[in-house]
């Protein structure tokens, strides 16, 4: 069977698309597919981030997120895509609009089938599907991105000689990647990505507030670190980015909230 398509241009206060018409051979008309584009993503931004699916927990699931959301807004996040997969409740997409409403974040949603039995390889191809596309939407519309930050990790930046004064800024999650390329002294154009390894730190318990924790681990581990990337620099898939720029670990650890956490160091 043969198909063809004719494409229409259509515009509206909110949105520019183009129209398909699925036909066959003999122009009978199978369906129609409207792509729409999204003004609010042609902005510029400095510092965004990509927040995958988030998980119900009673620990550092739903219950954390606002708190994370504000602490990243107020420390220089400018925009944020959240990640949406597959949902059965309404719950999270209630969370998520006053955001959207307010025009600090955008909601994309996936709708992937599960193959085969194992769980885990289909949570690595969400999360691959997801980190390609923050990469892709954020080309030309921001300098660094956060590509795949959980709500239960912090980046505190404790250095403050990377930045003129030498006090670490209260909107340090927009500004200390330019501070720390101009630090460390390599052409800003030549930097893809930062590497930040992590301490994990014990929650505060259900229903207070995260502020502070008394309890961590006593150096920061050499597993599973975060990045923040330069899109525009990046031309392959994100699973396959690796540091180019080595930073000192003592830079900007990531903080890692976790069950049990040891105590901190004297």
Same mark, same amino acid.
């Given at each position: 069977?043969?198909?063809s398509y004719v494409?229409?241009? =259509?515009?509206?206060?909110?949105s520019? #698309?183009?129209?398909?018409?699925?036909?066959?051979?003999?122009?009978? %008309?199978?369906? %129609?597919?409207?792509a729409?584009?999204?003004? #609010?993503?042609?902005?510029?931004?400095?510092?965004?981030?990509?927040?995958?699916d988030?998980?119900?927990?009673? =620990?550092?699931?739903?219950?954390? *997120?606002?708190?994370?959301m504000?602490?990243?807004?107020r420390d220089g996040?400018?925009?944020?895509?959240?990640?949406?997969?597959?949902?059965?409740?309404?719950i999270?997409v209630d969370?998520y609009e006053?955001?959207?409403k307010?025009?600090?974040a955008?909601?994309?949603?996936?709708? =992937? @089938?599960? +193959?085969?039995t194992? &769980?885990?390889?289909?949570?690595?191809? $969400?999360?691959a599907?997801i &980190? #390609?596309?923050?990469l892709y939407?954020? =080309?030309?519309?921001?300098t660094?991105?956060?590509?795949s930050?959980?709500?239960? @990790?912090?980046i505190?930046?404790?250095?403050?000689?990377?930045?003129?004064g030498g006090k $670490?800024?209260?909107?340090?999650l927009g500004?200390?990647w330019?501070?720390?390329v101009?630090?460390?002294?390599?052409q800003?154009?030549?930097?893809?990505?930062? @590497?930040?390894?992590i301490f994990?730190?014990a &929650? $505060?318990?259900?229903?207070?507030? @995260? %502020?502070?924790?008394?309890?961590?681990?006593?150096?920061?581990?050499?597993?599973?670190?975060?990045? +923040? +990337?330069n899109?525009? *620099?990046v031309r392959?898939? &994100?699973r396959? +980015?690796? $540091?180019?720029?080595e930073?000192?670990?003592?830079?900007g650890p990531?903080?890692?909230? #976790?069950?049990?956490?040891?105590?901190?160091?004297?």
């Amino acid at each position: 069977m043969l198909f063809s398509y004719v494409i229409s241009r =259509k515009k509206t206060n909110i949105s520019r #698309g183009l129209r398909f018409f699925l036909k066959t051979a003999t122009e009978s %008309i199978l369906g %129609i597919i409207v792509a729409e584009q999204k003004n #609010g993503l042609l902005q510029q931004y400095h510092t965004a981030a990509c927040l995958r699916d988030a998980w119900p927990d009673d =620990k550092i699931g739903l219950r954390q *997120l606002p708190q994370w959301m504000e602490f990243h807004l107020r420390d220089g996040i400018e925009h944020f895509l959240f990640y949406t997969v597959n949902l059965d409740s309404d719950i999270l997409v209630d969370l998520y609009e006053p955001y959207i409403k307010s025009g600090v974040a955008t909601r994309v949603h996936f709708n =992937k @089938e599960r +193959v085969g039995t194992s &769980l885990s390889s289909f949570a690595l191809d $969400v999360r691959a599907a997801i &980190l #390609g596309d923050c990469l892709y939407r954020f =080309k030309n519309h921001a300098t660094w991105i956060l590509p795949s930050i959980d709500i239960d @990790e912090y980046i505190n930046m404790k250095d403050g000689s990377v930045f003129e004064g030498g006090k $670490v800024p209260e909107d340090y999650l927009g500004l200390s990647w330019d501070a720390i390329v101009k630090k460390q002294g390599p052409q800003p154009n030549t930097v893809r990505s930062m @590497e930040f390894n992590i301490f994990r730190f014990a &929650l $505060v318990q259900p229903g207070q507030l @995260e %502020i502070s924790s008394v309890l961590r681990e006593p150096r920061v581990q050499p597993l599973c670190p975060k990045f +923040v +990337v330069n899109p525009e *620099l990046v031309r392959h898939d &994100l699973r396959a +980015v690796h $540091v180019l720029e080595e930073w000192h670990a003592e830079l900007g650890p990531l903080r890692h909230l #976790g069950r049990s956490s040891l105590p901190t160091p004297s």
